[in-house]
């Protein structure tokens, strides 16, 4: 008995002590709609205690278009329970290729700032945070999707941008069509061929803006390569013509391959108005993380845009993580596909600390 009271005693006692150290979190399901009512995407909501807000923010999280549930590999969960800890309520949300079951490549960067829209739409719509600042939080393409938002919308109080592209999407997607040969510094025959082929691809992407006449002239492309007997056993083999279209035409005619290829920065981040903060690995294995931060700053010098902030981080590579030596990606273990990910939390109080100088 005397045993039982002294337990109870030492509860209360802890929960006393420890209260303000064990933040009060309140975490709910939160849906709405995207795509004119036409698909519902189910989300999370963190929201932390009333005692802990000091101004009443709340940020909303867009994933790249590549199917992922609302935690993003533990990225965004580990994200909202670090803002809610500083009193900063968040939403993060599946997106719509992972409640479609379809993959990434029939999503693009727009359909994702759509679903951001709609997710300001519906926390706008929520009386408890009618007067709420809410920003946005996208990491690689979902970046983009941040900033083509954030380009039309004047009521997005903030953005946060994590590694996403700052140079026009032909470069982009030649630098990492090319990284395998530039980082294994081949310079064969072959691999001239290989880029000169990339950008005839690139330039065809460019130039047409139907899908229809993109495949057309795509298959027209490969065609002519195909019929050049001595390209065709070193670039493809034993496939056949129709092998090579099929292949051609799954990567580079998808809609999110073309949207990316064509995706230029400058339309966007120059009607940017909001305060914005970029961070980029400086051991980024997916893109050349100074031509995309030098991109964006050139953008905000030119249009001399003053409330912006651009973080280039040692040792941090593109799924920000604590990383001393730099591997391509494709020498390296995705953090799509690691289940033991741990992110540089230090990155997450550079961001916080940001955030509580907006006014």
Known sequence: MIRNIIFCFFLIYAEFCFADSIPNIQV?????????GNLKLNGILCIPSSSQISEKKVVIMQTPPYPSDADYHGMYSELAEVFAHSGIASLRFENRAKNLNISGEEVTMYNQADDLHD?????KRDRRFATYKIGLLGHSEGGSAVAIESSKNNDIAFAI????CGIKGTDFIYYQSTLRIDYLKLHSIQDKWIRKE??????????YNSPTIIQSKLKEHDAMLYNDSVFRIKAYG???LHQVYKQTLDKWANPHFIAVTKYDPKVYYSKISCPIILLYGKMDEWMDWKDNADGIEKIFIDIKKRNYEILRLDSINHSYCKCDV???FFTSIS???SKNIEYSTSI???IINWIATLQ
Do not use: C, G, Q
């Open 198 to 207: 990339i950008w005839d691809k690139i330039r065809i992407i460019e130039r």
């Open 348 to 350: 997450w109080r550079k």
């Open 238 to 240: 034993n496939m056949t």
């Open 28 to 36: 709910e399901n939160f849906s709405f709609y995207v795509d004119s």
């Open 161 to 164: 941008i994590l590694s996403s």
């Open 119 to 123: 997710a300001f739409l519906s926390l």
């Open 326 to 328: 730099y591997t391509p």
């Open 335 to 337: 953090h799509m596909k």
